[in-house]
């Protein structure tokens, strides 16, 4: 066993078998923790087991003696996860914030089912957007889903959770067919919109991975994009990033229209060079701004919005024309996987509950269709 932990054993207690490790703690005394508890004897027994084979292993963890906000921000610290500096930005700010205000020093071992649906519901009732508390949501549930995989906590809180009902996860509010048609007939006369807005709609991409999208990623024979990086501005300078998961590094086939635009801007950039007007950036990246330079979303946002408001269209993030493209696929027949993988989502559902709403209409059709077939 490993040297701080002296045994593993069972006792009985009010009709529960309580499963509980003894051991030296941080302080050099020794400490008896609770673990399991059954109901039956042969469940606790076969429990010990375990236990005893992951300690054995290396793969047990004692417990800590720090706070649920001190293993958030070690969750945080932690270079492996590979997160931008926006996102520990965002992080930290939420988990000062909002984690620290509700659990303050309440020790990570500490924490119950109970409380913990407590802070959910402290959650949905703050004056927040709902992407603000999904967010919430999520960093709270990542830091305890890796608790308990490293058996720092002997159960999956986040399982046991159910969410409020005033968070939605889900945003409905999406462009129209013939709105999505208005944009793509205007934006052709906007060139540094033209490319970012048919990228969204036709191949479903993040606007990070637009940005990020250099011309050794074009094959232009097989009307393929390989994307596998986004760019990304922090602190004053552009850098390139891997995706987040290896789903998200994934190829697009596109229509031989967007091949056509590319292969048009590549003529249209290569004559500015020969000309002397333009010096080809560090990354070769395929969309620029007006000033021919690394293109961010808030420049993108602003001239988006004037554009917009100039052909008569309502705003809508410019995100959601990356649903719009994962909608119509699903609405013409396009498999939820194959959607998935287009989209580089993670896991399957994560797309699914994205678009529940595409397929409830999905099924609703479906009855339609065989009422009018038998009936």
Not at 36 to 59: D, G, H, M, Q, W
Not at 104 to 132: C, E, H, P, W
Not at 300 to 313: E, G, M
Request: charged fraction near 30%; glycine fraction near 4%.
């Amino acid at each position: 066993m490993q040297n701080n932990i002296i045994s593993v054993l069972t006792r009985k207690r009010r009709n529960l078998y309580e499963v509980c490790v003894r051991y030296i703690g941080e302080d050099g005394k020794e400490h008896q923790k609770i673990f399991e508890k059954f109901n039956k004897k042969r469940e606790a027994e076969k429990y010990v087991v375990e236990l005893k084979s992951a300690i054995n292993n290396n793969r047990f963890q004692l417990p800590k003696n720090f706070t649920f906000v001190d293993r958030c921000i070690k969750y945080y610290d932690d270079k492996s996860h590979e997160y931008s500096p926006k996102t520990l930005n965002n992080a930290y700010a939420i988990i000062n914030k909002h984690i620290k205000f509700f659990f303050k020093n309440v020790k990570l071992t500490d924490i119950t089912i109970s409380m913990y649906q407590d802070f959910m519901n402290y959650v949905g009732r703050l004056d927040l957007s709902d992407a603000t508390k999904k967010k919430i949501y999520q960093i709270s549930n990542a830091v305890l889903r890796e608790c308990y995989r490293f058996q720092e906590i002997s159960t999956n809180i986040p399982e046991f959770i159910t969410k409020p009902k005033a968070i939605s996860t889900v945003d409905n509010d999406i462009y129209t067919l013939d709105e999505i048609r208005t944009i793509l007939d205007n934006c052709q006369y906007t060139k540094f919109l033209d490319i970012p807005i048919n990228l969204f709609l036709f191949a479903g991409m993040r606007f990070g991975e637009i940005a990020g999208l250099c011309w050794e990623d074009i094959d232009f024979q097989n009307n393929t994009l390989h994307i596998n990086k986004n760019l990304i501005y922090e602190n004053g300078k552009y850098y390139m990033r891997r995706p987040k998961t290896e789903n998200g590094i994934r190829n697009i086939t596109v229509p031989d229209a967007i091949i056509h635009m590319l292969r048009t801007e590549k003529i249209r950039q290569n004559k500015l060079v020969l000309q002397g007007l333009y010096k080809k950036n560090d990354f070769d990246v395929v969309c620029l701004n007006s000033e021919l330079k690394y293109l961010s979303l808030t420049g993108f946002v602003q001239s988006y919005k004037r554009f917009l408001k100039r052909i008569n269209i309502r705003y809508i993030r410019p995100h959601k024309l990356r649903h719009a493209h994962a909608t119509l696929l699903l609405m013409s027949g396009v498999d939820m996987k194959t959607v998935s993988e287009r989209l580089g989502h993670s896991k399957i559902e994560i797309t699914m509950d994205t678009y529940s709403h595409v397929l409830k209409e999905m099924d609703k059709k479906a009855s339609d269709n065989i009422e009018k077939l038998l009936l």
